[in-house]
């Protein structure tokens, strides 16, 4: 299988990483990226510093208009999720009958944007855990733990799921095809719906949070509720929250979750993709979403955009 031509929206940790690896195993990589940081890895190539302290550079391509590059085999989408219709404009001539295109955002709607914006059939869904950040223009800080679980929405197994896996495993890129994926997709929801909002709001780390009883009171209720959303709606996800809450103390302790580093560096934030989606899916479903439309509110004061 020949590899594939790669475009990555959104150039920051998230895609920049994913970008270095796809680039590293021999793919066409070309990243949209504007301002200094699109000037640092026309420059210098995409950094990236890793847990040992070593760093890698790749080449890759930047463009600052995606309409330019022509059809890509494989479109990954990192921009924050508030972008996601910008994006998918324009996005929409690189995407070809056979193209791919992968959402690796946070929340559960941008695949439907995505694919009616840019006039796509319904998308794979996908999530990715991984600790990474832009630590200056054209340079990506790596923590560890990229993984990238993806599938079909009604969980059938098909060529473009089976392609997919094959650029992911030649690119050396831990991924999972989930034939449960929409499971997946609401139980990171459930995390990020908590964990984001709540320490944003209180300007705390993980650790931070669940050592205080109330914190750890409201973290666990804010999960419970996104979880009844999802059964809400059919989706039998299995509710782990105190292995998830125990889990995250062990392993991020000392995570400042993007919501947060957000607030700190003057950022607009994704409330409205998290706590803001729970509660237009809880309408939907006929569930009551008092907990995350309350931090919804909270954080759209606090919101710098």
């Known amino acids: 299988m020949p590899l594939p031509r790669v475009l990555v929206a959104g150039a920051g940790g998230v895609g920049g990483w994913y970008a270095g690896q796809l680039a590293a195993a021999g793919s066409d990589v070309t990243l949209v990226a504007r301002g200094a940081h699109g000037a640092a ?3 210098h190539g995409l950094r990236v510093r890793l847990p040992d302290g070593s760093e890698r550079t790749y080449p890759v391509r930047v463009c600052e208009d995606p309409r330019d590059t022509g059809v890509a085999d494989l479109i990954l989408v990192a921009v924050k999720s508030y972008d996601t219709e910008q994006a998918a404009r324009l996005l929409a001539p690189c995407a070809g009958s056979d193209t791919i295109v992968l959402s690796l955002q946070n929340g559960p709607e941008n695949e439907e944007v995505l694919a009616r914006v840019a006039g796509l ?48 495993a030649r690119a050396d890129v831990k991924h999972r095809l989930s034939a449960r994926v929409r499971n997946v997709v609401w139980d990171k929801l459930a995390w ?27 973290i666990r209720d804010t999960m419970q509720e996104t979880f009844d959303v999802a059964h809400g709606l059919g989706i039998d996800v299995p509710v782990r929250i105190d292995a998830s809450i125990e889990h995250s103390r062990r392993v991020l302790p000392d995570f400042r979750t993007s919501m947060l ?8 934030l994704e409330h409205d993709a998290l706590n803001g989606a729970v509660v237009r899916a809880g309408l939907r479903a006929g ?18 955009g």
């Open 192 to 218: 990020n719906a908590a964990f984001n909002a709540i320490t944003t709001i209180t300007r705390r780390t993980v650790s931070g949070i669940l050592d205080d009883d109330a914190g750890r009171a409201l």
């Open 261 to 268: 580093q957000d607030l700190e560096r003057g950022k607009r």
């Open 121 to 168: 059939a319904p998308l794979l869904l996908a999530v990715t855990y991984i600790g990474s950040e832009i630590a200056e223009p054209g340079v990506i800080v790596y923590s560890g733990a990229a993984e990238i679980v993806f599938g079909e929405p009604d969980g059938s197994r098909s060529p473009r799921a089976e392609r997919l896996a094959a650029w992911l």
């Open 41 to 43: 890895l026309r420059a």
């Open 287 to 304: 569930v009551p979403t008092p907990l995350n439309g309350t931090l919804v509110r909270l954080l759209s004061v606090l919101d710098p």
